[in-house]
């Protein structure tokens, strides 16, 4: 392998963060006022929606 493919699978891997990085921050903020509202059906639909998502 040379230093060209290394470079591109370190962009893709980056890219890929910078794609599931803040769809898992905007999980963990809605997710935690879904559980203190207790509004468990909202929570599993929003979860199966951003795993589609990803």
């Not at 890219?15 to 809605?30: D, E, F, R, T, W």
């Amino acid at each position: 392998m040379d230093w060209m493919e290394i470079l591109k699978l370190i962009a893709a891997i980056a890219s890929g963060l910078a794609a599931a990085i803040p769809l898992a921050i905007q999980l963990v903020k809605y997710v935690k006022q879904a559980v203190k509202e207790r509004n468990w059906n909202i929570v599993l639909k929003k979860v199966i929606e951003l795993m589609e998502t990803a």
